[in-house]
């Protein structure tokens, strides 16, 4: 009897910390975003945003996939979009670091690191459209999955310039935002205040 009592409080819990993987994200967010400030202060050091953004990637991908897995669904969209967004962290991450030490061309790696942002972009874009219930959550997937694939034509367009800059420093800053503001909302609900 106590061990379906300890079941249902183990449960509980996970329940309750559900909020937590949104607050990595968000600092997560925050470090590249302040990364990409220092850019703009002074443009003559070199930066490692992209490999901050794989790491974000990575880190969105697994926790991700996590949720994914424990929520019971008919498609297999969402693990999906979870699986590319953690092999694109992987390849954005470990992409720079060839490409800082010359062993990758520069043009390989920005088109690279294109596809993958675009890709995963349009996966955010797909699997909130289809998998989505709650408008809020669907507009918000929809606006960082276009500015995911704006991110990704900007830098095919203008390589690993201002512009890209621009356009990820946007991006990060809504995603941190976002994704403070959800933990906010998962922490208050699992606490059982409106």
Same mark, same amino acid.
Not at 11 to 33: D, H, L, M, P, Q
Not at 84 to 93: I, K, N
């Given at each position: 009897?106590?061990?379906?009592?300890?079941?249902?409080?183990?449960?509980?819990?996970?329940?309750?910390? %559900?909020?937590?993987?949104?607050?990595?994200?968000? &600092?997560?967010?925050?470090?590249?975003?302040?990364?990409?400030?220092?850019? #703009?202060?002074?443009?003559?050091?070199?930066?490692?945003?992209?490999?901050?953004?794989?790491?974000? #990637?990575? *880190?969105?991908?697994?926790?991700? $996939? %996590?949720?994914?897995?424990?929520?019971?669904?008919?498609?297999?969209?969402?693990? +999906?979009?979870? +699986?590319?967004?953690?092999?694109?962290?992987?390849?954005?991450? #470990?992409?720079?670091?060839?490409?800082?030490?010359?062993?990758?061309? @520069?043009?390989?790696?920005?088109?690279?690191?294109? &596809?993958?942002?675009?890709?995963?972009?349009? +996966?955010?874009?797909? /699997?909130?459209?289809?998998?989505?219930?709650?408008?809020?959550?669907?507009?918000? /997937?929809?606006?960082?999955?276009?500015?995911? !694939? $704006?991110?990704?034509?900007?830098? @095919? !367009?203008?390589? +690993?310039?201002?512009?890209?800059?621009? &356009?990820?420093?946007?991006?990060?800053?809504?995603?941190?935002?976002?994704? #403070?503001?959800?933990?906010? &909302?998962?922490?208050?609900?699992? *606490?059982?205040?409106?």
């Amino acid at each position: 009897m106590s061990g379906v009592s300890t079941g249902g409080a183990t449960e509980a819990a996970k329940k309750n910390r %559900k909020w937590v993987s949104y607050v990595i994200r968000g &600092v997560t967010g925050v470090i590249i975003a302040v990364t990409l400030i220092q850019k #703009f202060i002074s443009p003559e050091r070199a930066s490692n945003y992209p490999i901050y953004m794989g790491i974000y #990637f990575l *880190a969105n991908g697994m926790l991700s $996939l %996590k949720e994914a897995r424990s929520t019971p669904t008919k498609t297999k969209g969402p693990i +999906l979009a979870a +699986l590319t967004s953690t092999v694109g962290g992987l390849l954005l991450a #470990f992409g720079y670091l060839l490409y800082s030490r010359e062993l990758v061309s @520069a043009n390989f790696y920005v088109y690279g690191f294109s &596809v993958i942002v675009i890709l995963v972009g349009l +996966l955010q874009i797909h /699997h909130a459209v289809k998998m989505t219930p709650h408008p809020i959550l669907k507009r918000a /997937h929809l606006v960082f999955g276009f500015l995911e !694939v $704006l991110l990704g034509i900007v830098v @095919a !367009v203008f390589s +690993l310039d201002w512009q890209a800059d621009a &356009v990820a420093l946007v991006w990060v800053v809504l995603v941190s935002v976002y994704m #403070f503001y959800v933990a906010h &909302v998962l922490r208050n609900t699992s *606490a059982g205040r409106p």
